[in-house]
Nanobody, 122 residues
Framework: VQLQASGGGLVQAGGSATLSCAAS????????VGWFRQPPAKEREFVAA????????FYADSVKGRFTVSRDIAENTVFLHMNSLKPEDTGVYYC????????????????WGQGTQVTVSS
């Protein structure tokens, strides 16, 4: 599975953005997908995740109520819809996939995209 994250850019605080994670490989529809981010000079952290069937989603407390993760199985794409963005949401956002159980830890995921930069200006 190869993942390609896109949709990042410069956004004003309070604004919105949607990230996309496009995957190659027919098996992707059976993979759980997670979103992680790495703020400047900080460790990578969990943001959100979705099960392969999209019946369950999970969020970090810092983004709950503002971000929504969804997937289009037919298009092999997972989305991260981000609203009410804050400067502390700034970072490189990564999508990752696993054929196993969804999780909040990065070691759960076997495949990673290259990352897309999101910068939120105050």
């Amino acid at each position: 599975v190869q993942l390609q994250a896109s949709g990042g850019g410069l956004v004003q605080a309070g604004g919105s953005a949607t990230l996309s994670c496009a995957a190659s490989g027919r098996a992707f529809s059976s993979y759980a997908v997670g979103w992680f981010r790495q703020p400047p000079a900080k460790e990578r952290e969990f943001v959100a995740a979705i099960t392969w069937s999209a019946d369950s989603t999970f969020y970090a407390d810092s983004v709950k109520g503002r971000f929504t993760v969804s997937r289009d199985i037919a298009e092999n794409t997972v989305f991260l819809h981000m609203n009410s963005l804050k400067p502390e949401d700034t970072g490189v956002y990564y999508c990752a996939a696993t054929p196993g159980f969804v999780g909040r830890e990065d070691y759960v995921y076997d495949y990673w995209g290259q990352g897309t930069q999101v910068t939120v200006s105050s």
